[in-house]
């Protein structure tokens, strides 16, 4: 059974840093995507960033490029994000989610991705 568990979130003063971990486990696949999402109260859930197995390619929205990096350790099974330069408009519930059908390019859509974590906080206090 495939499971996504994040971790690192929490409370950020604007311009701070945390970097999410989400560990991965249950699955072999050797082509997989693993995509970053958030939901803030009242909004739909939005793409951050997602890293293909593939080729390495990532993939930011315009609103974290330049701050936020996403990168991936396989020998632990986790990717990260780091995220720098934290603004309130940042404050989300933030989700790990995993495409494992073997698409070659992560995509921003939350539908093609089958497996999710159970989401953590992340709060940025101006």
């Known amino acids: 059974e495939v499971h996504l568990v994040e971790s690192g979130g929490g409370l950020v003063q604007a311009g701070g840093s945390l970097r999410l971990s989400c560990a991965a486990s249950?699955?072999?696949?050797?082509?997989?995507?693993i995509g970053w999402f958030r939901q803030a109260p009242g909004k739909a859930r939005e793409v951050v960033s997602c890293?293909?197995?593939?080729?390495?390619?990532?993939f930011y929205t315009n609103s974290v490029n330049g701050r936020f990096t996403i990168s991936s350790d396989n020998a632990k099974n986790t990717v990260y994000l780091q995220m720098n330069n934290l603004k309130p408009e940042d404050t989300a519930v933030y989700y790990c989610?995993?495409?494992?059908?073997?698409?070659?390019?992560?995509?921003?859509?939350?539908?093609?991705?089958?497996?999710w974590g159970q989401g953590i906080q992340v709060t940025v206090s101006s």
């Open positions: 989610a995993a495409d494992l059908v073997g698409n070659f390019y992560c995509s921003g859509e939350p539908k093609k991705y089958a497996y």
């Open positions: 249950g699955f072999t696949a050797d082509d997989w995507n």
């Open positions: 890293i293909s197995s593939s080729d390495g390619s990532t």
